[in-house]
């Protein structure tokens, strides 16, 4: 059984999870619109990865013998000034994320709890490389240039890069 703080923290991280995954559903649904094909497609496998690893907390939890509870999303944002700003939103979303796994782990050392730690490990390493695949994205952006043959080859580039850095977390389900 867990704490009632760890629990409590674990349900917030639903909640960011949650809202990550209808954030980038958004975002793909918006990509879809501006004809970014392969840009969208990677941000519905995005998508899918973050309501897995929402899924992988919510089994942790009740497996723990606690409860689980379903989140309230608020509102996504759904339009997007450009790619590039778009990516810059999806860092932030990740840096915010990081630093609530962080707090959580912090939180789990200090409870010693070392069970929730040691699953929330993946979680540590999975930021780490979200937040790497995403500033690549970002650095091709600007290296490439943003005029329209330049858009379409990001395109086909980040379209290239579904499934790569990032581990859904299906094969070490919790
Ligand atoms: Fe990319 O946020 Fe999940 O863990």
Known sequence: MLSKSIEKALNNQITLEAYASF??????????TQGYVGTSKFLYSHADEEKMHMLKIFHFINDSGSHALTPSIKE????????????????????????????????????????????????????????????????KIKLIGETQPGMYMIDKEIEGMIGTGVDTGISNPA
């Open 23 to 32: 954030y980038y559903l958004s975002m793909a649904s918006w990509c879809d």
């Open 76 to 139: 996504v944002p759904h339009q997007f000034k450009s790619l590039k700003y778009l990516f810059q939103d999806v860092l932030k979303h990740e840096q915010l994320v990081s630093k609530s796994i962080n707090q959580l782990v912090g939180l789990c050392l200090q409870e010693k709890d070392y069970s929730t730690y040691n699953f929330l490990q993946w979680y540590v390493s999975e930021q780490h490389e979200e937040e790497k695949l995403i500033k690549t994205i970002l650095d």
